[in-house]
């Protein structure tokens, strides 16, 4: 069993960054990839990022290259997701998740939190 908790969610404007963390507990951190999914109203949850075990191979989707970078710090349990520059349409409840595969698909992961809500105004 892995425990999740999100922090570092808010308010900003258009252009503005973020960070957000992900704390992990129970099982080995190191043992799982790391994935950042996102939840819009009316949405379905879809897939940001994703990091490998080591942190040596990183997954994004197309329209956050470039500004969001995932991390990993396994010493600390944790997973980053730096958020530059950004857009209304990053709006949304973000969560992070866990799984032994490395994999862009929301049902593959086997763990969740209960996710952060970032909101950007225009």
């Known amino acids: 069993q892995v425990q999740l908790v999100e922090s570092g969610g808010g308010l900003v404007q258009a252009g503005g960054s973020l960070r957000l963390s992900c704390a992990a507990s129970?099982?080995?951190?190191?043992?799982?990839?790391m994935g950042w999914f996102r939840q819009a109203p009316g949405k379905e949850r879809e897939f940001v990022a994703a990091?490998?075990?080591?942190?040596?191979?990183?997954s994004y989707k197309d329209s956050v290259k470039g500004r969001f970078t995932i991390s990993r710090d396994n010493a600390k349990n944790t997973v980053y997701l730096q958020m530059n520059s950004l857009k209304p349409d990053d709006t949304a409840v973000y969560y992070c998740?866990?799984?032994?595969?490395?994999?862009?698909?929301?049902?593959?992961?086997?763990?969740w939190g209960q996710g952060t809500q970032v909101t950007v105004s225009s």
């Open positions: 998740a866990a799984d032994p595969g490395l994999g862009t698909q929301a049902d593959l992961y086997h763990y």
């Open positions: 990091v490998s075990q080591s942190g040596g191979v990183t």
């Open positions: 129970g099982r080995t951190f190191s043992s799982y990839a």
